[in-house]
Nanobody
Framework: QVQPVESGGGLVQAGGSLRLSCAAP????????LAWFRQAPEKEREFVAR??????DYADSVKGRFTISRDNAKKTVYLQMNNLKPEDTAVYYC????????????????WGQGTQVTVSS
């Protein structure tokens, strides 16, 4: 059973930074996509960023501010969030799936429990 585990959320002022981590114990030898999604109260879960073995991409709302990276040896994916804005406030979820996946939550079958990020104005 693969259970990603997120950490690093918290409360930060607008303009500040946070770094999220996600340990995803996926089977060795498999190629997989790791992604971050977020969900604000009363809103749909939305794509933030994803990384495969060949590329990474981002939602327009976070381009230039967030950076996704991965450490394959540690089976960990990171999300560096800079210049945070109040509208970034949400529960952030790590997701994983084997193969190359896109930006839809339905394409991922392994999910973490989420970590709260709150940005004050």
């Amino acid at each position: 059973q693969v259970q990603p585990v997120e950490s690093g959320g918290g409360l930060v002022q607008a303009g500040g930074s946070l770094r999220l981590s996600c340990a995803a114990p996926l089977p060795t030898g498999s190629r997989y996509t790791l992604a971050w999604f977020r969900q604000a109260p009363e809103k749909e879960r939305e794509f933030v960023a994803r990384i495969t073995w060949t590329f990474r991409d981002y939602a327009d709302s976070v381009k230039g501010r967030f950076t996704i990276s991965r450490d394959n040896a540690k089976k960990t994916v990171y999300l560096q969030m800079n210049n945070l804005k109040p509208e970034d406030t949400a529960v952030y979820y790590c997701a994983a799936a084997t193969g190359q996946r896109g930006s839809l939550p339905s394409q991922y079958n392994y999910w973490g429990q989420g970590t709260q990020v709150t940005v004050s104005s």
